[in-house]
C-alpha cells in the first residue's frame, strides 16, 4: 500500500503513548493486586457486558444514505429484547493471550492466560491483515466499560505501531482487513473506501493493569477497556528501528509480542524501558549494527539471516563471532 499522503497528514509516529496510561485520583490509593485475580473479574465483567449488549447490526446491514458508520451498544431490554448479544454474534473472535507481570512494573513470576474479544462489525475489502510487527493506519476511541471515554484520536487517519500501543489494542488490529486508499478529498484531507470497522474489548492484564507512568485520571488502575477503532490501511513487513529485518521476525519466541524479546538485555535501570529487538540496531551488542550482520539484495531488502561461524546462532545475535 502507498502510504505517501498518510505520511504527510501525520506529524509522526504516534507510540504507546496514543493510548496513555493512568493515575489515580489524588489520594486514594489502590492497593497492589495480583494479575491471576484481577484477569478472573475482568473476564467476568467483560462477558457480562457482551451478553446483556447488542451493537447497531441492523444498521451496518441496511446503511441508509448518510450513516455514518459508527458503531453504538445498547442494553438488551424492553424493545430491544429480541437483538442478538455481542456475545452470540459470528463477527465476535475471541483468543487467549498469555501475560507475564514482567510486562508492567513489577515482576512476580506470574504469567496469566487473559481473553481478548474482538467485534468485526466489517470486514474490511482489501485482502491481508496487519501483524503486529506493521504500522497500522486508523482511527480510535476508547472508553471504559461504563461508557466514560478516556482517549481517541483525531478525525483524520494516524498511523500506530501495533508494538507500541498496549497489547490488547495491537493483537486486536490484527484481525481486521484494511480499506482501499488514501484517497484525496481536495480539502487536504484523505478518506478511504471499505475500511475494516470494529471493537475490542480487552482485560486489564492486556491494557494498562497497575501502570501509572502516564497520567490519565478517567482510567483508573485495573480497569478493562473497550477501543472503537476503524481500520484503514497498514505497511507490510514494517521496520521499526531500520535495522533491515521485518519487526515481525524479531518475534523470536513466536508469541505475537515483540517487547519481550531483548537478547542482549539492555535497559534503562531507572524506567526500565527495555531496548527490545524491534528497537534495537545493534541486537546482541557487539558493536556492529544489525543490518551489516544480515543479508540484503541490491536493494537493500531483506533477504536471509546469516550464521557466519556455523554455531546456529544468526550472526545478528551472535556477540561472540
Not at 441496511?62 to 438488551?76: Q, R
Not at 475471541?94 to 496469566?112: N, Y
Request: charge should be negative.
Amino acid at each position: 500500500m502507498n502510504l505517501k499522503y498518510a505520511y504527510l497528514l501525520i506529524a509522526g509516529l504516534i507510540v504507546i503513548s496514543s493510548c496513555k496510561k493512568d493515575d489515580d485520583p489524588i489520594g486514594e490509593v489502590v492497593p497492589q493486586r495480583l494479575l491471576s485475580e484481577v484477569a478472573i473479574e475482568d473476564d467476568a465483567e467483560i462477558v457480562a457486558f457482551l451478553k446483556t449488549h447488542f451493537y447497531n447490526k441492523d444498521e451496518f446491514d441496511a446503511a441508509a444514505e448518510g450513516f455514518d458508520f459508527k458503531i453504538k451498544f445498547d442494553t438488551i431490554a424492553g424493545v430491544n429484547s429480541d437483538k442478538q448479544s455481542i456475545f452470540d454474534s459470528p463477527f465476535l473472535v475471541t483468543e487467549t493471550i498469555s501475560v507475564a507481570s514482567s510486562s508492567f512494573l513489577r515482576d512476580d513470576g506470574e504469567v496469566v492466560n487473559h481473553k481478548l474479544y474482538t467485534l468485526v462489525v466489517r470486514q474490511g475489502i482489501e485482502e491481508g491483515k496487519p501483524t503486529i510487527g506493521d504500522n497500522s493506519i486508523l482511527r480510535y476511541e476508547g472508553s471504559l466499560f461504563d461508557g466514560t471515554l478516556f482517549d481517541a484520536s483525531s478525525f483524520q487517519p494516524i498511523i500506530l505501531n501495533l508494538s507500541g500501543v498496549v497489547r490488547g489494542f495491537g493483537n486486536g488490529v490484527e484481525n481486521f482487513q484494511t480499506g482501499m486508499g488514501p484517497i484525496e478529498v481536495g480539502d487536504g484531507t484523505v478518506r478511504y473506501n471499505g475500511y475494516g470497522i470494529g471493537a475490542i474489548f480487552m482485560p486489564s492484564g492486556l491494557a494498562y493493569f497497575d501502570d501509572t507512568r502516564n497520567s490519565l485520571p478517567l482510567a483508573p488502575k485495573y480497569s478493562p477497556l473497550i477501543f472503537k477503532i476503524d481500520a484503514f490501511g497498514f505497511e507490510a513487513n514494517s521496520d521499526f528501528d531500520g535495522d533491515g529485518i521485518p519487526s515481525i521476525l524479531e518475534d523470536l519466541n513466536n508469541d505475537g509480542n515483540l517487547n519481550n524479546d531483548n537478547t542482549d538485555e539492555d535497559a534503562e535501570a531507572l524506567s526500565r524501558v527495555y531496548l527490545a529487538n524491534y528497537n534495537d540496531t545493534d541486537d546482541d551488542n557487539d558493536g556492529i549494527l544489525t543490518i551489516d550482520e544480515i543479508e540484503l539484495d541490491a536493494d537493500g531488502n531483506f533477504v536471509g539471516f546469516l550464521d557466519t561461524d556455523g554455531d546456529g546462532i544468526w550472526d545478528h545475535l551472535d556477540n561472540d563471532l
